[in-house]
């Protein structure tokens, strides 16, 4: 069996691994967008309306045999499309709430290289250039085609493959249907065994039940985001959260905006406001979820309410909804949103991406990042090179939309609403596993710093055989 890390390797985004078996079966484990790199490049398509140049995968996407989605984010699902563009044609598994949170990401995906082909071809129409790598477009033709190959799988039952594989999906926290991955394999008279951790939640998160902890396997690839460090927020949510608003839109009389990725860091912000106004004595200043995504993801939500935690299922059956309040508006229209700007009293607007790496998000920065009464609350994980990660790292000048624009607002991070668990959590997940059983331990998805301290932080409690996978590498397990 061989092992080979194609994405997340030292570093956050990109997920892609793929298992190999003596048989020749072959196991996509996500197939990621990488976040972090910038991809784009000149090309000269023969055709404008694009053309795929060259295979975008380091692999044979018809040799793929399955392809098993541990959650629904970009950054493990974003270019799955382009594996079916590329010749694949088998199934993809993943927990039934997976299925229809990716659809939203993914056509939102779509929808953005729709606008940046337009914008590229626009911008170059006399020399027919588009700048933007081409090969690495889809649109919703293409996400329709990979939506209908979606198969639904329970957690917690064993789900045969082959006579010679199997996997089990263990729900892991971090978001609705997020799980990790355990995988029996029978080789030469001998059974193995393998868990890829997927993206690990933390324990009491806002309507997420707590990570469920592995059986003990042969083989650990264990994510390492926040593996240097503990969470530094040890309010509760709601705590942080209304401390935030009482400086910003009470005290100051401000705008208060808040970057968060439409599906699941939204959810958990809209839930925990709606707890505040039902339990503390906030003004009802309103409150803007700007987001189309954010509101079809909240609809995903209470489908599956009866997966939430337990808190969130009672507050359900008690109010009839989780996220729908007075002064709680959800805006659709992008005049609409435009329009928030001439909004003058105090309010929130929540609105996406997290990072501030696009999105709407961009123009409500824009427009009160010189605003001394403005504050911008960060509340998650900012790779390096996006608006977030300088913001939160004390930049005293940003570009935003192409204008560079002094930080006269105040900026705020709360950490408490961070999906990933810290490094005691991570600890706490590896701790399931016995160390003289465990054969090898592979760190993905973090930054070097993370995963060297993680690292280290294992060996301390008696781990071995900890490896940091370069991309590319492959390992005989």
Known sequence: MKLTFFGAAQQVTGSMYLLELEDNYKVLIDCGQDMEKNREKDVIPKNPKLKMSQSVF???????????????HIDHSGRLPLLYKE??????????????????????????NQWKLKKALDNNKNTRKATINTDELFFGKQVEQTMDRFVAIPT??????????????????????AANLVFKIKEGGEEKSICFSGDIGRYDYPLLQDPSKPPQVDYLVCESTYGNRNHSNRETPEQALYRVIKKACVEKEGRLIIPAFSVGRSQAIFYTLNKLYQNTDLPKFRIYADSPMAIESSKVYEKFVRQLNKEARDFFDE??????????????DLKRSKALSNHYEPCIIISASGMISGGRVENHVKENLENSKSTICIVGFCAEGSIGHELMNGATEVMVKNKMLE???????????SAHGDQADLIN???????????????THGEVSSMEAFKEKLQEIGYKNIAMPMKGEEFEL
């Open 319 to 332: 109010n009839d909804e989780l996220f729908d309040f007075d002064n709680f508006e959800f805006v659709q």
């Open 58 to 72: 380091p692999f044979e996407a018809s040799d793929i045999d399955v392809v098993i989605l541990t959650h629904a």
């Open 407 to 417: 930080v006269r607002c105040h900026i705020d991070v709360l950490d408490c609403f």
């Open 429 to 443: 997940f590896v701790k399931s596993q016995a160390p003289d059983q465990l054969k090898n331990i592979f760190l």
């Open 87 to 112: 010749g694949y044609e088998g199934q993809i598994l993943c927990t039934t709430p997976t299925f229809y949170l990716s659809n939203i990401l993914l056509h939102d995906s779509a929808n953005l």
């Open 156 to 177: 917690n039952q064993k789900f045969k493959l082959t006579d010679k594989i199997s996997v089990t999906f263990n729900q892991t926290g971090h978001l609705l249907g």
